[in-house]
């Protein structure tokens, strides 16, 4: 049962440039959520993703933006990247709807560094 | 929005010894879970408890949905266990699938 995967693991850009990062959900997962984790802080929520839609936002600005595919990954794009959008981000999957059990699982993320 | 606190901040313990990890949140919750993020930033499923007790192994939990709390126990500890240690709720406002929100976790250093 392959579990959440990311790409890729590390990224160094510099300031101004543009990123995307990619997400595949745990097999049988249709619902992608998108979190920003700063050193020493815990995870914050960007945005969800189910249907192809964007379907729930966080606090963050309209530099984040995202997509889904019809095979259920993600793509998570920032453009004109600060430096305080150095941080890990993490992908988590989830069943939309999911009845009595609503649980997300965690992709092993993405190291961004802005320089 | 829902406001989560985690307590203690840091917590050292020696080998073998047992531990108590604190959630308190401000509001009622539709799924609470509790991860531990590893050395290399991955974040790891432990329990998904919105409510009552579950064991697994030497960890287990309990929420008291109705006093808005939820506590981790951590028997036998053991150097792996070290690490962050996080508690995340999810109020359902509008339906379906809503957003975790994730307290700023408890570090955990078990000594040899």
């Known amino acids: 049962d392959a579990g959440v995967t990311q790409s890729p693991t590390h990224l160094i850009k510099t300031r101004g440039q543009q990123v995307t990062l990619r997400c595949s959900p745990k097999s049988g997962h249709d619902t992608v959520s998108w979190y920003q984790q700063a050193l020493g802080q815990g995870p914050q929520f960007i945005f969800q993703y189910y249907e192809e839609e964007e379907r729930q936002r966080g606090n963050f600005p309209d530099r984040f933006s995202g997509h889904q595919f019809p095979n259920y990954s993600s793509e998570l794009n920032v453009n004109a990247l600060l430096l305080g959008d150095s941080a890990l981000y993490l992908c988590?999957?989830?069943?939309?709807?999911?009845?009595?059990?609503?649980?997300?699982?965690f992709g092993p993320g993405t190291r961004l560094t802005v320089l | 929005g829902i406001q989560v606190e985690q307590s203690p901040p840091d917590l050292i313990l020696q080998e073998g010894a047992n531990s108590t990890l604190r959630c308190n949140f401000s509001d009622s919750v539709n799924n609470l879970q509790w991860f531990h993020q590893n050395p290399w930033g991955q974040l790891i499923n432990l329990f998904y408890?919105?409510?009552g007790t579950k064991q697994n192994g030497r960890l287990s939990a309990t929420t008291v949905a109705t006093e808005r709390y939820s506590l981790l126990y951590i028997s036998s500890s053991q150097t792996t266990d070290s690490g962050v240690y996080f508690c995340?709720?999810?109020?359902?406002?509008?339906?379906?699938?809503?957003?975790?929100?994730f307290g700023k976790g408890i570090t955990l250093s078990v000594r040899p």
């Open positions: 988590a999957s989830s069943l939309f709807a999911g009845g009595p059990r609503n649980e997300q699982f």
């Open positions: 995340a709720v999810e109020r359902r406002d509008t339906g379906a699938n809503s957003k975790l929100t």
């Open positions: 408890i919105p409510s």
